[in-house]
């Protein structure tokens, strides 16, 4: 167990590029979970998996935001037409079945929109 | 909707000093509670929950106790280190689902 990975850890993008991140989750983890975090400022909830199924998303997740997690096992985030708002660090967790309250945090991914 | 106030940082102790770190929360139903740690450089890590009023949370030394009546929960710890310097987040779940609502986090330095 090697616990959560994001990848890439940083990424600088210019405003109107199209980036995407990638996180894989504790194997055997089926749900999953993306947050924003901005400086200053604790994470917020973007949205979450169980298994393949995306099963809430959040307002904050604009229609340039979509996630996937096909399998049920990593899953990536994409920003379509990034915006300097957009600069923040995003987070995935993870957590078993029927225990959601374990949640087990990647380092994140920290994006730059210039 | 649902709120979660910190106390704000930065928090500098002396080590071995009193460690108290107020949260309070506005959330309808029952919600769980937590307090998550990040230490520089890493991800968030669960330091303790409290799943029902009354409960006490404690992990490595630390406690919190759940007070529906004053909605807090407090994080203390009697004896802080210079390892425990790291920012501290609490947080609620009403949703039975694992979506958490997070503070701002408060940063606690400790000096040798």
């Known amino acids: 167990d090697t616990g959560v990975s994001q990848n890439p850890r940083h990424k600088i993008t210019k405003r109107g590029q199209n980036v995407t991140f990638r996180c894989d989750p504790i194997s055997e983890h089926n749900r999953l979970y993306w947050y924003r975090q901005t400086l200053g400022q604790g994470p917020e909830f973007l949205t979450y998996f169980q298994n393949e199924a995306q099963l809430e998303k959040s307002r904050l997740l604009s229609d340039r935001f979509s996630a996937e997690r096909p399998k049920g096992s990593f899953s990536t985030l994409e920003i379509q037409r990034t915006e300097q708002g957009d600069s923040a660090m995003y987070l995935c967790a993870s957590s078993p079945g029927g225990r959601v309250y374990e949640q087990y945090f990647g380092p994140g991914t920290r994006l730059t929109v210039t | 909707g649902n709120s979660v106030t910190q106390m704000e940082g930065p928090v500098t102790l002396s080590e071995e000093a009193f460690l108290t770190i107020n949260c309070t929360y506005t959330a309808t139903g029952y919600p769980s509670l937590f307090w998550y740690v990040q230490y520089p450089g890493e991800g968030l890590q669960l330091l303790l929950k409290?799943?029902?009023?009354?409960d006490k949370g404690s992990n490595k030394g630390f406690e919190a106790t759940y007070r529906k009546e004053t909605t807090s929960f407090h994080l203390e710890k009697g004896s802080v280190q210079v390892s425990d310097s790291a920012v501290y987040f609490c947080?609620?779940?009403?949703?039975?689902?694992?979506?958490?609502?997070f503070g701002d986090g408060t940063t606690l330095t400790v000096k040798p």
């Open positions: 409290a799943t029902k009023a009354d």
């Open positions: 947080a609620l779940d009403n949703t039975n689902a694992g979506k958490s609502t």
